[in-house]
Every structure is written in C-alpha cells, then in structure tokens.
T-cell receptor, first 116, second 112 residues
Framework: EAGVVQSPRYKIIEKKQPVAFWCNPI?????LYWYRQNLGQGPELLIR????????DSQLPKDRFSAERLKGVDSTLKIQPAELGDSAVYLC???????FGTGELFFGEGSRLTVL | GEDVEQSLFLSVREGDSSVINCTYTDSSSTYLYWYKQEPGAGLQLLTYIFSNMDMKQDQRLTVLLNKKDKHLSLRIADTQTGDSAIYFCAETPSSNTGKLIFGQGTTLQVKP
C-alpha cells in the first residue's frame, strides 16, 4: 500500500515568490492534514480537511496561505508571497474516517522549504 | 492553554534503557501519543495511551501516564542504535478532538 506522497521534497525560493506543495493521501483516507514543522520544533497544524471540507483552518495564515482539496482526495498548499519566516518543513498527513481516536496519523516525508 | 513540553536531548549507551519524559497542560486530554521521526522522514506513530490508563506495554516500549501530575513517559528497553531519532509526545486537546498538539521533540542519541 502506498503511503502519503508529497512533492516537491525540497524547494528553494526567494522571498516574495509563490510556492505550492502537493499531497496525495493514502487511498480511502478521508481526513487530510497540513502541518508545519519549524527547525527544532514539533509539527503545528495549519489545516484539517474532512473530505473536501476544511473543518479546522484556525492556524492557517490566511493572508498568504491557501489550501484546497477539491475532490476530497489530493490537496495543494500554496504560499503567496513567501516570507523568510516561512522556511520550514511542510508535512501532510492522512487518517481514515472514524478512527481518529487511536491517533494514528500517517505522515508523508514532508516538503522542505527554504526562503532566501 | 494547550501545551506539551519535552526535554530536548537524551544520550544513552546501546543496551541501556531510555526514558523520555513529557508534560502536558490539558487535564482533559483523551489520548496521548508517542511519535518517532527519523532523519529526513515523516513522523510515525509508536504507541498511544488512553487517558483512563496508567500504563501500556508494547514489546520494548512502556508508556507511563500520571494524570495527577500531567506527566507522560516513554521507556525503551535495550535501546539499539536504530532507536536514534526524535521522539514527539502529543495530545488530543479536549477542545478539539480532531487535532494533535505536539511537543518540541526529544532527540535520542544511542552510542555504541
């Protein structure tokens, strides 16, 4: 079974440029998460989707960040324009519906963003 | 507020036991978790404990939960070099059961 797939693995851009990250969750997983992990820190939730609906986007900086999951499968996270402080690893995770209580989120390998 | 704290670094010798500690603030957390992150990889769930349990054992892993002190620990018996990684404690806050709050991670270094 394929795991959570993210691309690109690495991205280096100059500040004020746009960037987009893509995530394909595990087949059949209805819940999709985008987390941001700063260097030396734990992941912090940016947005959570149940199918195509964003049910928790309270931590998403909406002035420059946007996300979509149009068909309830894969998802894109966009930053426009990027700032120096956006340098981090962007992690995508998924979980099957109704099993959240066990806490098993399946994480992708992450997309490492460096903003110069 | 919701907060999870961990010590940043632990170094042990191969074959010794490792104990990684975590404190959390939400006394109504339903589940508490330990995730492992190897270099360049995503996080992988190691184990979890429901809040009405005091202890859970799974092969070399033992999780202890002290609800009174809001303290969680992970003990790894017979630590191997392959256990070298970053270990994250996480909780589901009572305010939002669809969300995980992670600690900053404890780097475990295992020396041969």
């Amino acid at each position: 079974e394929a795991g959570v797939v993210q691309s690109p693995r690495y991205k280096i851009i100059e500040k004020k440029q746009p960037v987009a990250f893509w995530c394909n969750p595990i087949s059949g997983h209805n819940t999709l998460y985008w987390y941001r992990q700063n260097l030396g820190q734990g992941p912090e939730l940016l947005i959570r989707y149940e199918n195509e609906e964003a049910v928790d986007d309270s931590q998403l900086p909406k002035d420059r960040f946007s996300a979509e999951r149009l068909k309830g499968v894969d998802s894109t996270l966009k930053i426009q324009p990027a700032e120096l402080g956006d340098s981090a690893v962007y992690l995508c995770a998924s979980s099957p519906r109704g099993t959240f209580g066990t806490g098993e989120l399946f994480f992708g390998e992450g997309s490492r963003l460096t903003v110069l | 507020g919701e907060d999870v704290e961990q010590s940043l670094f632990l170094s042990v010798r191969e074959g010794d036991s490792s104990v990684i500690n975590c404190t959390y603030t939400d006394s109504s957390s339903t589940y508490l978790y330990w995730y492992k992150q190897e270099p360049g990889a995503g996080l992988q769930l190691l184990t979890y404990i429901f809040s009405n349990m005091d202890m859970k054992q799974d092969q070399r892993l033992t999780v202890l939960l002290n609800k009174k002190d809001k303290h969680l620990s992970l003990r790894i018996a017979d630590t191997q070099t392959g256990d070298s990684a970053i270990y994250f404690c996480a909780e589901t806050p009572s305010s939002n059961t669809g969300k995980l709050i992670f600690g900053q991670g404890t780097t475990l270094q295992v020396k041969p």
